[in-house]
């Protein structure tokens, strides 16, 4: 919507709201022994629980309950002992039993917060409730037939929603508390956190006011956001067509819109008289959940260091930079792999270059994260220690660690199968250096007459010569002596 003036936009504040659905980590199923694995063959894990069979009572997972609670806690929720299942009914072909089992009036966890980072600047996104619920199935479209398929593998899978208050500003903020929510969910083992396959997804409220107005404008829904960069997109194309419909002297309808991808805009799907009337009431066939304290307590004592205490640690420990620590933190695996290095004996700066340049680097090229790398932390500390040695040099260890990255294979071995080992013997290195001055003699002229900045020059040409082996610590020394 590029002809919305970005003075107009200044004129108005958004205000929005995320309901965020995160699937659960668990092997089976909320209310069933049914497997939640992802990519089986269509309706190959359904029961007469998921598929909603008359007479098939439904028993609550206490994983998904464990897992909940964990998050809420680490959320700064309050976890309340008394809490209930209800009944939301509609219909829609993909939901097998007209209605599907949330928590409605008694959510399990309430009252809480997150902080994230934008620009510098900490800011608190509260947290309305955190519930369970179970997931629906899947429609398919495909084919030319005006028909779909519905795949009930994903009924009655494990959900958690997380409702924010409307206190994100911007499309910035509500893609990091996004991506803040991911991190922790991860960080906790309570979710993959992956968005392509539908187990992180949001719904966003947004609404524009005049930027001095306290009240609320009038709201819309965009549903199914599964990227980070769609909740970006979709708010940002969303807050400029409110702010037109206004600036024309226009009213927002309040609705449900989608996001078009393709075309970059969001499409209506539903107004307000069109919404759906859910009728919610205490579900019959489940009893009420009492969650004791102590249970909480034992809890909240296996809850894993977390990212922002963690970051802070780095930063205090180990003396990496804001940005550094960060990246390394992000994920809990990575933030692993580097502490076992260091552990094991790696400099903690060091290790981090290594891991920020040389790893991230091949991870990326290859859509890897550090769980499918191969790579293991004692084989980039044995590397080090080879530098240390001066059996290669910090130049040829590039070439080892690609190896070791892409082969499994120990450095020592890379080393000696591949002729790797540096040349620190005097009498060769002194040869290739007579054999450049040689080869350069006007560049030789140059230097002698004061351009001395051709020291990288000759330095570069000797370790040409020797294929990058000879030592450069040596080589430097050695030239002086020889172009003084």
């Not at 393709?262 to 009431?281: C, L, P, Q, V, W």
């Amino acid at each position: 919507m590029k002809d919305v003036d970005i003075i107009n936009v200044l004129k108005y504040e958004a205000v929005i709201g995320l309901e965020v659905h995160a699937q659960m980590l668990t092997d089976t199923k909320i209310f069933c022994s049914c497997s939640t694995k992802f990519g089986s063959e269509p309706d190959t894990q359904t029961c007469p629980v998921c598929i909603g069979m008359p007479g098939a009572l439904p028993v609550l997972n206490k994983k998904a309950l464990e897992f909940i609670i964990k998050t809420g806690l680490t959320m700064n929720c309050k976890i309340s002992p008394y809490s209930r299942f209800a009944r939301k009914n509609y219909f829609y072909p993909d939901l097998p039993k007209g209605y599907q089992i949330t928590q409605y009036e008694l959510p399990i966890c309430e009252h809480g917060y997150v902080e994230i980072a934008v620009d510098g600047e900490i800011k608190r996104i509260g947290i309305i409730r955190i519930h369970m619920e179970e997931d629906a199935g899947k429609t398919i479209h495909e084919g030319e037939g005006n028909y779909s398929l519905v795949d009930l593998n994903r009924a009655g899978v494990p959900l958690m929603e997380i409702v924010s208050e409307p206190d994100i500003r911007s499309p910035r903020e509500a893609m990091e508390y996004m991506k803040k929510l991911r991190t922790i969910l991860r960080y906790l083992g309570v979710c993959d956190g992956n968005m392509e396959q539908g187990s992180l997804r949001c719904d966003a409220n947004v609404s524009v006011r005049p930027a001095e107005q306290k009240e609320f404008g009038v709201k819309t829904e965009i549903k199914n956001l599964n990227s980070f960069k769609f909740v970006e997109k979709a708010l940002e194309y969303e807050i400029k067509r409110q702010v037109k419909i206004l600036e024309e002297g226009g009213k927002i309808k309040q609705e449900t819109r989608l996001w078009n991808s393709e075309r970059g805009i969001t499409e209506s799907m539903r107004t307000k008289e069109e919404a759906h009337d859910y009728r919610y009431f205490p579900e019959p066939d489940l009893v009420p959940i009492i969650v004791d304290q102590k249970w909480i307590d034992e809890i909240q004592a296996s809850l894993p260091e977390l990212p922002d205490i963690k970051r802070k640690r780095f930063v205090s420990e180990y003396g990496l930079a804001e940005y550094d620590a960060d990246l390394l933190t992000s994920e809990r695996p990575l933030a692993d792999w580097y502490e076992e290095a260091v552990r094991l004996g790696g400099q903690p700066k060091a290790v981090s270059n290594w891991i920020m340049v040389e790893l991230m680097r091949l991870l990326n090229e290859e859509n890897k994260s550090i769980e499918g790398c191969t790579l293991k932390p004692k084989q980039l500390v044995d590397m080090f220690k080879l530098i240390e040695k001066g059996t290669i040099s910090g130049k040829i260890a590039k070439t080892v660690f690609e190896e070791m990255y892409k082969t499994g294979k120990d450095a020592e071995d890379i080393v000696r199968d591949k002729g790797l080992e540096q040349i620190s013997d005097e009498a060769a290195i002194d040869k290739a250096i007579d054999d450049v001055i040689a080869m350069h003699p006007k560049e030789v002229e140059r230097f002698r007459a004061g351009e001395e900045k051709l020291i990288g020059f000759f330095v570069g040409q000797v370790m040409k010569l020797t294929k990058g082996k000879a030592n450069p610590k040596m080589v430097n020394e050695l030239l002086k002596k020889k172009l003084s």
